[in-house]
């Protein structure tokens, strides 16, 4: 099975999960710094305070994804690097480490894939009402055109944010993330602020001119009901809406869908922080669409006083992981259909437009064997189907045109702090040390014939 000349295979990374170098450099406070601190809301205690050390061992990684023949790198720019406080000028310092890491790749011949927002907000931001204040989504823009400014000349693939369902929803409507906030209304609040700053940033960023391709990037997950019941299709339709539609919608169709909002106004919560010509800003044409997949929501009707804390109780809907799911380390299905289905529907209902994976990837219980060895055969399997399912895709019409494995190294997994791993290649947190796993391994040959051999078992 081989993929098209020219087809991009790369991994990724997140500033927060593997820099470290925390309070180095001029480098200010994000809200998870502020977060995992706060007792009780990353398992174990843990912090990126050192994470991966990427900081300090940027020629380390960089020789390493040569190595492994990486075509191209999506990494992301911690704000409160480039300015500590949300707004003023450049931290010069903070912008060197991202020059010299670009210029790294580019000597290695990797492309950059930029990521602007990977939710590390500054926390000056936050204390002044962050993704919840218009404000943010304008302080969001300047810092899009430091970083644009200063790198436009070398790097060609910029996306404006990651997965802003995930910081609106998780992070302020069910408090599992930073900044830890569970209230509806200042997630659909969130919503919107992240969307009008990706707007206001493609809008920066077009007006200097370069020819350079800007992006964002969704978490996407088709729902289907759990059961063969009118009620279970009412709640998948629900959790389409909130994850999936409320943001697709607005890019590509410059409305927020109706039944989505009309269920929240049921909530008392509403979108009247929306002012004339905010859409048209955001569904400004983009030149490729961000895919972050790992699988299906499988829903089934809940009312929310069943499991209050639940996600998507306030849609009263449940997910459930069906009983003959294989499972991963994070207890998520494997559902590789689920990416052909949801990259063939944006064709299909959206745009069709040039699509890249920007993540997908497998939590697995990984160890170094007396040996040294890293054996992920499970890893291996899961990518194998998932590249398969892209390329069936691609044969359905979706224009399809590069894969960024999550994750290059194992890492900081957010509220999980290390105790789940994705990576590519292990690392021990106590040495630092980096160890290509089997599926690094792989992947690069997966890389040099630009395709598949027989699936993986």
Not at 323 to 347: F, N, Q, S, Y
């Amino acid at each position: 099975m081989n993929f098209p000349e020219n087809f991009l295979w790369g991994t990724a990374t997140a500033s927060y999960q593997i820099e470290g170098a925390v309070d180095e450099d001029g480098r200010g406070a994000s809200i998870w710094d502020t977060f995992s601190h706060a007792p009780g809301n990353v398992y174990r205690g843990d912090t990126g305070d050192v994470a991966c050390d990427h900081y300090h061992r940027l020629e380390e990684d960089l020789d390493l994804m040569a190595e492994l023949g990486l075509q191209a790198y999506r990494f992301s720019v911690a704000w409160p690097r480039v300015q500590p406080d949300g707004s003023g000028p450049a931290n010069q310092k903070g912008l060197d480490f991202y020059r010299r890491l670009v210029d790294g790749l580019r000597e290695r011949s990797i492309e950059p894939m930029l990521t602007l927002y990977h939710w590390d907000l500054p926390q000056a931001l936050e204390d002044r009402g962050g993704w919840t204040s218009r404000e943010t989504s304008e302080r969001f823009a300047e810092y899009a055109g430091l970083v644009y400014g200063a790198l436009s000349g070398t790097v060609s693939y910029w996306i404006t944010l990651n997965e802003p369902w995930v910081a609106a929803w998780l992070g302020h409507g069910y408090g599992v993330h930073a900044p830890g906030k569970q209230d509806a209304g200042a997630a659909l609040s969130a919503s919107h602020h992240l969307l009008l700053g990706h707007g206001l940033a493609m809008e920066r960023m077009r007006s200097v001119g370069d020819d350079n391709r800007l992006g964002v990037t969704l978490n996407l997950h088709p729902a289907v009901p759990g059961r063969d019941r009118d009620a279970d299709r009412e709640a998948a339709r629900r959790v389409d809406g909130q994850a999936n539609r409320l943001y697709l919608d607005p890019l590509f169709r410059g409305a927020y869908p109706e039944d989505v909002l009309s269920h929240y106004r049921g909530l008392g919560a509403d979108l009247s922080v929306v002012r004339d010509g905010d859409l048209r800003k955001i569904s400004a044409p983009l030149d490729f669409l961000g895919v972050n997949y790992y699988f299906r929501h499988t829903v089934r009707d809940a009312p929310e006083e069943d499991a209050p804390d639940a996600p998507f109780a306030d849609l009263d809907a449940r997910p459930i992981v069906p009983h003959a799911a294989e499972k991963t380390a994070m207890g998520w299905p494997v559902d590789p259909e689920g990416l052909t289905e949801i990259l063939v529907r944006i064709k299909e209902e959206y745009a069709d437009l040039p699509l890249y994976v920007t993540e997908n990837g497998r939590a697995v219980h990984d160890y170094a064997d007396p040996n040294g060895e890293v054996k992920d055969d499970e890893r291996v399997s899961y990518l194998d189907a998932h590249f398969r399912a892209a390329r069936e895709a691609m044969d359905r019409g979706a224009d399809l045109r590069g894969y960024m494995v999550w994750s290059f190294l194992d890492n900081f997994e957010w509220a999980e702090g290390y105790s789940k791993r994705f990576g590519l290649v292990f690392v021990d947190y106590a040495t630092q040390k980096r160890t290509p796993k089997t599926s690094a391994r792989w992947y690069s040959e997966v890389i040099r014939r630009n395709g598949l051999g027989e699936p993986a078992r």
